[in-house]
T-cell receptor, first 115, second 111 residues
Framework: NAGVTQTPKFRVLKTGQSMTLLCAQD?????MYWYRQDPGMGLRLIHY???????AKGEVPDGYNVSRLKKQNFLLGLESAAPSQTSVYFC??????????????FGEGSRLTVL | EDKVVQSPLSLVVHEGDTVTLNCSYE??????LLWYKQEKKAPTFLFML????IEKKSGRLSSILDKKELFSILNITATQTGDSAVYLC???????????FGGGTRLMVKP
């Protein structure tokens, strides 16, 4: 029972490099989300998707791009990494919008360090 | 802008103690308030609350919401070392599909 899987789990980048985080879910969920978690800041929403082929901005979208080409996958891209993007990134999914079920299923996180 | 504030920031107790974690919020068009437990990795869902005064209970954990005073509490009785975690509170509004999270309360339960 895989649930939500994120890859890679750890990555170190140099400033200006690009990378993509992959999130895959096997629960047939419509909604998918990317959050970042920084000490004392809780979880902040970067981008989300309400279905295949759709994306929308969250609270802190600058410096990130996303794509949802397949229902089960949600990719988070950093085109030119900056030290301020050092964080732990969590992907989450839900069957209906959070306004209906309230429950998000989270991946185990990806720790990104930008030097 | 929606806002969620949790207190205390951290808490150290001994096994068997009872703890109360607090969550206050400001949100336009409130829909629900949720509690999550985060141990080393992914947050896991505890409760969703939508109505005032109705206690949700799961084992030694319980939570209640006050929509008039805009806060919720999470109680843990007879704490165990396995309760050590960061507890996150989040609110959902009617406007979209986003949860706004508080900064969390870090609970450490000592043997």
């Amino acid at each position: 029972n895989a649930g939500v899987t994120q890859t890679p789990k750890f990555r170190v980048l140099k400033t200006g490099q690009s990378m993509t985080l992959l999130c895959a879910q096997d629960m047939n969920h419509e909604y998918m989300y990317w959050y970042r978690q920084d000490p004392g800041m809780g979880l902040r929403l970067i981008h989300y998707s309400v279905g295949e082929g759709t994306t929308a901005k969250g609270e802190v979208p600058d410096g990130y791009n996303v794509s949802r080409l397949k229902k089960q996958n949600f990719l988070l891209g950093l085109e030119s990494a900056a030290p301020s993007q050092t964080s732990v990134y969590f992907c989450a999914s839900s069957f209906l919008g959070t306004e209906n079920t309230g429950e998000l299923f989270f991946g185990e996180g990806s720790r990104l360090t930008v030097l | 802008e929606d806002k969620v504030v949790q207190s205390p920031l951290s808490l150290v107790v001994h096994e068997g103690d009872t703890v109360t974690l607090n969550c206050s919020y400001e949100v336009t068009n409130f829909r629900s308030l949720l509690w999550y437990k985060q141990e080393k990795k992914a947050p896991t869902f505890l409760f969703m609350l939508t109505s005032s005064g109705i206690e949700k209970k799961s084992g030694r954990l319980s939570s209640i919401l006050d929509k008039k005073e805009l806060f919720s509490i999470l109680n843990i009785t007879a704490t165990q070392t396995g309760d050590s975690a960061v507890y996150l509170c989040a609110v959902a509004n009617n406007a979209g599909n986003m949860l706004t999270f508080g900064g969390g309360t870090r609970l450490m339960v000592k043997p």
